[in-house]
């Protein structure tokens, strides 16, 4: 069974951390582009991260300089480190994989991706 379980969400006061985690199961984790989205009540999905499967990253201008997505495909398991957190970072977080995607991610195109997490929230207080 092809499944990702995001964990590691949960509410901090602005300037906080959190690392969120991926475990991917049930189909070869490194093949494949890994992505970090988030969606906010009444706003569109958005790509926060990606990460090809040789580990080259993309960020959304928003989290540049604060956020880190790595992975470790000997654990099968993606991670967000969050720094720096502001209020406008609150929203559901999303993993996502694109089996159609290798060594170039598509960040701004949510839509490719065919395996998703079922969310972790982050709630960011000011």
């Known amino acids: 069974q092809v499944q990702l379980v995001e964990s590691g969400g949960g509410s901090v006061q602005a300037g906080g951390s959190l690392r969120l985690s991926c475990a991917a199961s049930?189909?070869?984790?490194?093949?494949?582009?890994m992505g970090w989205f988030r969606q906010a009540p009444g706003k569109e999905r958005e790509g926060v991260a990606s990460?090809?499967?040789?580990?080259?990253?993309n960020y959304a201008d928003s989290v540049k300089g604060r956020f880190t997505i790595s992975r470790d495909n000997a654990k099968s398991t993606l991670y967000l480190q969050m720094n720096s957190l502001k209020p406008e970072d609150t929203a559901m977080y999303y993993c996502?994989?694109?089996?159609?995607?290798?060594?170039?991610?598509?960040?701004?195109?949510?839509?490719?991706?065919?395996?998703w997490g079922q969310g972790t929230q982050v709630t960011v207080s000011s």
């Open positions: 996502a994989a694109d089996s159609g995607a290798t060594f170039v991610c598509y960040l701004n195109s949510w839509w490719r991706y065919d395996i």
């Open positions: 990460i090809t499967s040789d580990g080259r990253t």
């Open positions: 049930g189909y070869t984790f490194s093949n494949y582009c």
